[in-house]
């Protein structure tokens, strides 16, 4: 009888101890999965983002909105791991606006504050007022969505320019051959605005004002960060950056 009850117990203990096994797989297989993996990952980096911007410091030039810097703050993050980025400045060009407000933000990463913001154009097929049409391809005269590298600055017919490198296949990787570049114009201007209802438009280039170009371009020139942004759901489906 003892014999019996002894046998009972142990195939007990065995099949409870088979269950827990089973239980730790399942839920060691369910840590592992690549779909769970990467939805905690993005969870993780939304949360990250959030506290980061919440923490700007914008020295009374306020803050880019948000969905424009969460996507800024993705990217820049991709290419700061994988070293193509070198300075810790990320400039956010939010072409969700209309041209006549400041719409561009350079962000010291480090520091976590605002240094700058400024008007800036878009390209003159891009739209008039705002831009909604965007373009890679050379002598389309449209501005190009998505992130770029700051390159090195030379002197040409608007002065001081810094060369831009594209850095999303298919959106904007022609933009060194399409000369896209940072430079002052004298289009870029709230005189200019006042007097024709608009700010003036480039051929691609994010053209700023002639009065804060140099500071600009030097200050963000040689590997840092550029993103422009528009809530182009046909960026949004190309991009590799961003989610």
Known sequence: MNYK???????????????????????????????????????ALEVKCKNFYNSIE?????????????????????????????????????????????????INMTTKEVVLRSLVAHGRNSGELFATEFSNKSESYQSSLGFYTTGETYVGKHGLSLRLDGLEYGINDNARDRAVVIHGADYVSGKFVKENGRLG???????????????????????????????????????????
């Open 5 to 43: 009850f002894l046998t009972l117990f142990a195939l007990t203990f065995l099949f409870s101890s088979f269950n827990s096994v089973g239980n730790s797989k399942e839920e060691i297989s369910n840590n592992t999965d690549p779909k769970l993996v990467a939805a905690n990952v993005k969870v």
């Open 58 to 106: 914008s020295n009374e030039l306020s803050l880019p909105k948000y969905e424009s810097f969460s996507k800024a703050f993705e990217g820049y993050n991709e290419l700061k791991n994988q070293g193509i980025i070198e300075k810790d400045y990320l400039t956010i060009v939010d072409f969700s606006l209309s041209s006549n407000e400041e719409r561009m933000w350079v």
């Open 201 to 243: 438009r480039s051929q691609g280039c994010p053209a700023v004002p002639n009065e804060i170009s140099k500071e600009l371009i030097e200050l963000i020139k040689d590997k840092s960060c550029l993103f422009i942004y528009h809530p182009s759901r046909n960026y949004i489906v190309k991009s590799k950056l961003v989610s």
